[in-house]
């Protein structure tokens, strides 16, 4: 069973910065796409950003285009979420998910892994 491990969120001003991090656990991490989700109360969860398997190709929602980096480290199993120019509107728990087949499509039916997730809260 693979496990995802989510930390780095927090309480951040409007404005300001934080990175969030992924642990997978395994050895198959390189062969996975990775994807970032976010989920605020009462809403649906949405795509934020999603990763190849080499990292060479990133997509990210349009609200975080500009703001929001997506990377991975294969020899650290880890998946990053580095956000700045934080707004209110980000405020949510945010997940990440890792796709086997490689889907880096912005669906959350392309991914079979979820973790447990991370909040994120910014104030105004």
């Known amino acids: 069973q693979v496990q995802l491990v989510e930390s780095g969120g927090g309480l951040v001003q409007a404005g300001g910065s934080l990175r969030l991090s992924c642990a997978v656990s395994?050895?198959?991490?390189?062969?996975?796409?990775m994807g970032w989700f976010r989920q605020a109360p009462g809403e649906e969860r949405e795509f934020v950003a999603s990763?190849?398997?080499?990292?060479?190709?990133?997509y990210y929602v349009d609200s975080a285009k500009g703001r929001f980096t997506i990377s991975r480290d294969n020899a650290k199993n880890t998946v990053y979420l580095q956000m700045n120019s934080l707004k209110p509107e980000d405020t949510a728990v945010y997940y990440c998910?890792?796709?086997?087949?490689?889907?880096?499509?912005?669906?959350?039916?392309?991914?079979?892994?979820w973790g447990q997730g991370t909040q994120v809260t910014v104030s105004s």
């Open positions: 998910a890792a796709s086997v087949r490689g889907i880096v499509a912005p669906t959350r039916a392309g991914y079979d892994y």
């Open positions: 395994g050895r198959s991490f390189s062969t996975y796409a």
């Open positions: 990763i190849s398997r080499s990292g060479g190709n990133k």
